[in-house]
């Protein structure tokens, strides 16, 4: 199976029904908020700088979706927040975590100079620490940081 990374710029034309669905099962309500909040406008990653992106299968299926927004915990516009990342769980262990989450990171790293994350499953911050964030739960509302030596 391919896998090919888009950027989202309107969530009401793509099936996320399946991610919902699984990540709610799993206890996790971050990809209902994401519609929810898509929906009322709230987070729709069209702030400057921000984006999301899916991971689609070469049959047109999402797989996988996460975005980046200006860190709302911050006061610095130059923090950005790794947001609503969820894989399903039948793609997981396939690189297609990995690729999307480099997509982001090479978005973020021209606009950004860093990311923040906040986790507290065992098996993300595995996957965090993989792709080169750092434990850093200083603050309450973070777990993770990737910090860019300078903006690209």
Known sequence: MEYFVERVNDLNVLDIGQ???ESEKEGYRFVTRLV???????????????????????????????GINQS?????????RLRRFYVLDEVRRQGVGTL????IVDHAKNHFKE????????????????????FDDSASETT???????KE
């Open 115 to 134: 990311i923040t994350v906040r986790t507290d499953s065992a098996k993300a911050d595995a996957f965090y620490r993989a792709c080169g964030f750092e």
């Open 36 to 66: 929810s909040e898509f929906q009322d406008g709230t987070n729709t990653f069209s702030k400057p700088d921000e984006a999301l992106f899916c991971v689609v299968n070469n049959e047109g299926k999402v797989v996988a979706i996460g």
């Open 19 to 21: 991610l919902v669905q």
């Open 72 to 80: 709302p915990f911050a006061q610095d516009a130059e923090v950005a």
């Open 100 to 103: 999307l989450q480099q997509t």
């Open 144 to 150: 993770h940081i990737l910090r860019f030596d300078s």
